[in-house]
Nanobody, 124 residues
Framework: VQLQASGGGLVQAGGSLRLSCAASGSIFSILVMGWYRQAPGKQRELVATITGGGRTNYTDSVKGRFTISRDNAKNTVYLQMNSLKPEDTAVYYC???????????????????WGQGTLVTVSS
């Protein structure tokens, strides 16, 4: 299973960007997809997550500005980012929690996978 993220770029403060992340490969079930970010010199932090049933969770600093959504048919998660601020500058990573068949088990097993990251730069 691989995640391919896209949509990052350079935008002025107050602008918008939309990130996409598509999962490829055989997956028994996707539990949660989400976005994390890592700014220079800082630890990676959760931005937003969404379950298969559509339940969302956001870090406080993006509430009301970012919206996470998911297309289950396409195994794709989106992050619409509005009213961007310079402090949103970071590499954004998509993440997937899921279940899959493995040869050593008779039942699906939990797995997680990270995307390669896409850079978002917000200028002041």
């Amino acid at each position: 299973v691989q995640l391919q993220a896209s949509g990052g770029g350079l935008v002025q403060a107050g602008g918008s960007l939309r990130l996409s992340c598509a999962a490829s490969g055989s997956i028994f079930s996707i539990l949660v997809m989400g976005w994390y970010r890592q700014a220079p010199g800082k630890q990676r932090e959760l931005v937003a997550t969404i379950t298969g049933g559509g339940r969302t969770n956001y870090t406080d600093s993006v509430k009301g500005r970012f919206t996470i959504s998911r297309d289950n048919a396409k195994n794709t998660v989106y992050l619409q980012m509005n009213s961007l601020k310079p402090e949103d500058t970071a590499v954004y990573y998509c993440h997937l929690d899921g279940m899959n068949w493995v040869m050593t088990s008779t039942r699906p097993e939990y797995f997680e996978v990270w995307g390669q990251g896409t850079l978002v730069t917000v200028s002041s």
